[in-house]
């Protein structure tokens, strides 16, 4: 499976940007999927998973701000960012894990075992 991310860029603080995650069969898109993060110098870290029944699992940090969803073709993952913080500075990456339909692990970084190169989000204070 490949993941594709793209989306990221320069803002400033308490603007949007909307990430894209385009996976290379739109099946893959069936699995358990979601959106981390990783800071220079910190640990990569969840921010949102869908599962293939639609639910959905948010780190505390983004709750409210962040919305992850699915295009309709299947083939698409998107994050939308709103309000962003300087403390959304990293990069992003889009994983899968294709073992399962439902995100029984969470926000577990380990347990996705498929991964894009990641996109930069850049947030200016």
């Known amino acids: 499976m490949q993941l594709v991310e793209s989306g990221g860029g320069s803002v400033q603080a308490g603007g949007s940007l909307r990430l894209s995650c385009q996976a290379s069969?739109?099946?893959?898109?069936?699995?358990?999927i979601g959106w981390f993060r990783q800071a220079p110098g910190k640990e990569r870290e969840g921010v949102a998973t869908?599962?293939?029944?639609?639910?959905?699992t948010y780190a505390d940090s983004v709750k409210g701000r962040f919305t992850i969803s699915k295009a309709v073709t299947m083939d698409t993952i998107y994050l939308q960012m709103n309000n962003l913080t300087s403390d959304d500075t990293a990069m992003y990456f889009c994983?899968?894990?294709?073992?399962?339909?439902?995100?029984?692990?969470?926000?577990?970084?380990?347990?996705?075992?498929?991964w894009g190169r990641g996109t930069q989000v850049t947030v200016s204070s």
């Open positions: 994983a899968a894990d294709d073992s399962q339909f439902y995100c029984s692990y969470g926000l577990v970084v380990s347990k996705y075992t498929s």
């Open positions: 069969q739109y099946i893959y898109m069936s699995y358990c």
């Open positions: 869908l599962d293939s029944g639609g639910k959905t």
